[in-house]
């Protein structure tokens, strides 16, 4: 799974910050890192250094294999709030989407049996 992040120009520590993402996606994306063949992390500040409520946005997407990309969104207060929400969030979607995939109406789908 290759992750790549971006930040705008109103994001501080860039370099630690992006080890910090990587590890947080790797983690709270384990589970589907076989699934997945790219991340995309897009880090930002609303309001351009002025302060106020949930400024912060992440946007996260990802590229199942051989499926169309799902993105999520999530904003806080801060950097890491977003994150660990979106994070959250893409974690749900997989699950949902990957499970629809191998189970059909609360039995396992005939496309995973071994016939």
Do not use: Y
């Not at 790797?26 to 699934?35: D, K």
């Not at 063949?37 to 500040?45: A, I, K, M, N, Y």
């Not at 989407?97 to 049996?113: E, N, P, T, V, Y």
């Amino acid at each position: 799974m290759q992750i790549q992040v971006n930040t705008d120009d109103n994001i501080e520590g860039r370099e630690a910050l992006e080890v910090h993402v990587q590890s947080e996606i790797s983690s709270g994306l384990s589970r589907f890192s076989e699934h997945i063949t790219r991340v995309e992390v897009h880090l930002s500040d609303e309001n351009a250094g002025k302060s106020g409520n949930a400024d912060k946005r992440c946007l996260i997407e990802a590229r199942p294999s051989g499926q169309q990309p799902v993105s999520v969104t999530n904003q806080a207060p801060s950097v890491e709030e977003a994150l660990h929400g979106a994070v959250r969030k893409l974690k749900n979607l997989l699950e949902t989407k990957f499970g629809q995939l191998h189970d059909h109406k609360g039995a396992a789908s005939i496309r995973d049996a071994n016939l």
